[in-house]
């Protein structure tokens, strides 16, 4: 038994099989053959390439309905490694000097030429490398009759080991095979963090090293919560997470018991707990969960998974569906937040070295009105099939939101134009989550009808820490004394203009932290939707004046450690 520890990105226990994902060592025995083996060897070689050629033509294929045709060219390097004359030939020679297995051979040459290529001082050469061992990999796993591996291929209630999974990957996940996820790298905050949330699948992230340790087939359980992962447990473990289960399903009744209420405290503060949504067909999940409304729609995810962009019909039945299911409760659609480390590949964004400070959400829309428009005009009809209400991203100063505004009234234009109907007054909210609108905010709340704190990035730029990478992680902290007035400003300078603010970043749904937030006056939370329980209940548990005190004696601690540690013991008083 091996006990490991990472970070806990989304909370759970799940206990399964391990599937190691695009993890493709192979062991490859050295066997010596006898010279009336060599014809069969030769044949299972020429089998095995022109298997590999097969795959990948149909993988070339189905990259090129989804993804485009651009995407699909990489396949035809991949083709003309197969075609390499001198490797096969230098294989087939040297099988029949040597006489050992061809998978053995294979591997050898193999080697050689990837020896080779790492040398040459060419780039584009170089980047063969990765070609040629991309197709050597194939080529030996059919050499030695092993399955291909994907995510669609994963059966049953699999625990997924994997150095990295994209967010566009874990959109993609099927829950019934998925029970939870570890990966070498990533962060708390990281959006396929938020993906496995709000799929509610137990993960743990950047655990350096984890493929490495942990083998296919290996019982592992994963505690999400704790950021723990425990690699064939003894019989005493095993038992003793299967009792925590239990406990946290009785819990969970307990929480779930109030779901339906208001969150209202003890002496009459009532807040609005609303769910952050990436599809649609969340929805029923965050209705079943008890929000009052979706504070976050992230409409990026729409796009993901597809080879064109949306056109303005499918947004439009999108934020339809989403209203007309929701009504009166408000949707929150936030307009297309793309960049950092979410990527479209129909956008084609140039390669940039610091994605989360580059052309992302609000800026890129504004460079491309064009896209930006269509999303526009679809809110904008939909508008009137519920309470729709839109939001900017990374709005950095009042000049972006008047901007984009400008290019808000001209969608309204066209449609008015062609005789369409929509809310002439929906509500314009801006993200507050750059540091610089964090402290105009006084500014912006005269043009904006509401804020919605956008902690995750707040967090990220405010202390300089890279929300998605492993090795800084320990310096993210959302209860950094630097976060907590950052987000009293903003609360106090919405107050002052009379609009509210809401909270749509994962802080929101730290129960020792949401306390704080109540006392310093936030109106709303957006949570992913099983947290919504939990939090309901925490508010009904205390009361505004307790919860402003807390607040108060908070922003006095000089470290996130202090304001954490104060925070829970806290939770532990308000909960007991
Ligand atoms: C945030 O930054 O807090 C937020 C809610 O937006 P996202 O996580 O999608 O960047
Ligand atoms: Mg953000």
Same mark, same amino acid.
Request: aromatic share 8%; hydrophobic share 45%; charged share 25%.
């Given at each position: 038994?091996?006990?490991?520890?990472?970070?806990?990105?989304?909370?759970?226990?799940?206990?399964?099989?391990?599937?190691?994902?695009?993890?493709?060592?192979?062991?490859?025995?050295?066997?010596?053959?006898?010279?009336?083996?060599?014809?069969?060897?030769?044949?299972?070689?020429?089998?095995?390439?022109?298997?590999?050629?097969?795959?990948?033509?149909?993988?070339?294929?189905?990259?090129?309905?989804?993804?485009?045709?651009?995407?699909?060219?990489?396949?035809?390097?991949?083709?003309?490694v197969l075609e390499d004359r001198m490797l096969i030939e230098e294989v087939i020679s040297r099988l029949k000097k040597e006489q050992l297995n061809v998978a053995y051979i294979f591997s050898e040459v193999l080697k050689k030429y990837i020896g080779v290529f790492l040398e040459i001082e060419d780039e584009y050469l170089k980047e063969r490398t990765a070609d040629i061992n991309d197709v050597g990999k194939r080529i030996l796993r059919n050499l030695l009759g092993k399955e291909k591996k994907g995510l669609e291929d994963v059966k049953g209630r699999a625990i997924i080991i994997a150095h990295d999974i994209s967010p566009s990957d874990t959109a993609a996940m099927h829950t019934k095979n998925v029970a939870a996820f570890v990966t070498d790298i990533g962060g708390k905050t990281s959006h396929t963090a938020i993906m496995a949330k709000s799929l509610e699948i137990p993960a743990v992230v950047g655990l350096e090293g984890v493929t490495s340790k942990i083998s296919p087939g290996d019982t592992v359980i994963v505690d999400g919560t704790l950021g723990v992962v425990i690699v064939n447990p003894d019989q005493e473990t095993l038992n003793s997470y299967q009792q925590k289960l239990e406990q946290l399903k009785g819990i969970a009744d307990k929480f779930l018991s109030v779901k339906d209420l208001a969150a209202v405290t003890a002496d009459g503060r009532t807040v609005l707990i609303n769910?952050?949504?990436?599809?649609?067909?969340?929805?029923?999940?965050?209705?079943?969960?008890? +929000?009052?409304?979706?504070?976050?729609?992230?409409?990026?995810?729409?796009?993901?998974?597809?080879?064109?962009?949306?056109?303005?019909?499918?947004?439009?039945q999108a934020y339809k569906y989403v209203a007309e299911e929701m009504s009166p409760h408000p949707v929150v659609v936030r307009t297309l937040d793309i960049g950092g480390d979410k990527f479209l590949s129909q956008f084609k964004i140039p390669y940039e070295m610091q994605p989360f400070l580059g052309w992302r959400a609000i800026?890129? +829309?504004?460079?491309?009105?064009?896209?930006?428009?269509?999303? /526009?005009?679809?809110?904008?009809?939909?508008?009137?099939?519920?309470?729709?209400?839109?939001?900017?991203?990374?709005?950095?100063?009042?000049?972006? /939101?008047?901007?984009?505004?400008?290019?808000?009234?001209?969608?309204?234009?066209?449609?008015?134009?062609?005789?369409?109907?929509?809310?002439?007054?929906?509500?314009?909210?801006?993200?507050?989550?750059?540091?610089?609108?964090?402290?105009?905010?006084?500014?912006?709340?005269?043009?904006?009808?509401?804020?919605?704190?956008?902690?995750?990035?707040?967090?990220?730029?405010?202390?300089?820490?890279?929300?998605?990478?492993?090795?800084?992680?320990?310096?993210?902290?959302?209860?950094?004394?630097?976060?907590?007035?950052?987000?009293?400003?903003?609360?106090?300078?919405?107050?002052?203009?009379?609009?509210?603010?809401?909270? +749509?970043?994962?802080?929101?749904?730290?129960?020792?932290?949401?306390?704080?937030?109540?006392?310093?006056?936030?109106?709303?939370?957006?949570?992913?939707?099983?947290?919504?329980?939990? /939090?309901?209940?925490?508010?009904?548990?205390?009361?505004?004046?307790?919860?402003?005190?807390?607040?108060?004696?908070?922003?006095?601690?000089?470290?996130?450690?202090?304001?954490?540690e104060y925070s829970q013991n806290r939770l532990a008083e308000v909960l007991k």
């Open positions: 038994m091996i006990q490991l520890k990472g970070i806990a990105a989304a909370g759970g226990i799940s206990i399964g099989p391990a599937y190691l994902l695009g993890k493709e060592e192979f062991v490859v025995l050295r066997e010596t053959i006898s010279w009336a083996d060599i014809p069969a060897q030769i044949q299972l070689f020429e089998e095995a390439l022109i298997q590999t050629r097969r795959e990948i033509i149909e993988l070339q294929k189905r990259i090129s309905a989804d993804m485009g045709q651009q995407e699909a060219q990489i396949f035809d390097a991949h083709l003309l769910a952050n949504i990436e599809f649609p067909d969340e929805v029923p999940s965050a209705r079943l969960h008890g +929000c009052q409304g979706i504070g976050l729609y992230r409409t990026e995810f729409f796009y993901m998974n597809r080879k064109d962009s949306p056109s303005e019909e499918e947004h439009y800026r890129f +829309c504004l460079a491309r009105p064009d896209i930006f428009k269509l999303q /526009l005009r679809a809110i904008l009809r939909a508008s009137v099939h519920g309470n729709l209400k839109l939001m900017y991203p990374m709005i950095s100063g009042v000049e972006e /939101l008047r901007q984009a505004n400008q290019l808000l009234q001209e969608a309204k234009e066209e449609l008015r134009q062609n005789g369409m109907a929509f809310n002439d007054k929906i509500e314009v909210g801006v993200m507050v989550e750059v540091p610089s609108a964090a402290m105009t905010a006084d500014i912006l709340a005269r043009e904006a009808h509401f804020f919605s704190i956008g902690t995750n990035d707040l967090i990220q730029y405010s202390l300089a820490v890279d929300r998605s990478n492993e090795k800084v992680a320990y310096l993210y902290d959302p209860a950094h004394p630097a976060v907590l007035r950052l987000v009293k400003s903003i609360i106090d300078a919405a107050h002052q203009a009379k609009i509210k603010v809401a909270m +749509c970043g994962e802080m929101a749904g730290e129960p020792s932290l949401a306390l704080i937030l109540l006392g310093l006056g936030l109106d709303e939370f957006s949570l992913p939707p099983q947290v919504i329980p939990e /939090l309901k209940y925490l508010i009904r548990s205390v009361n505004m004046k307790q919860a402003q005190q807390f607040a108060v004696e908070a922003m006095q601690l000089a470290t996130g450690k202090e304001v954490e």
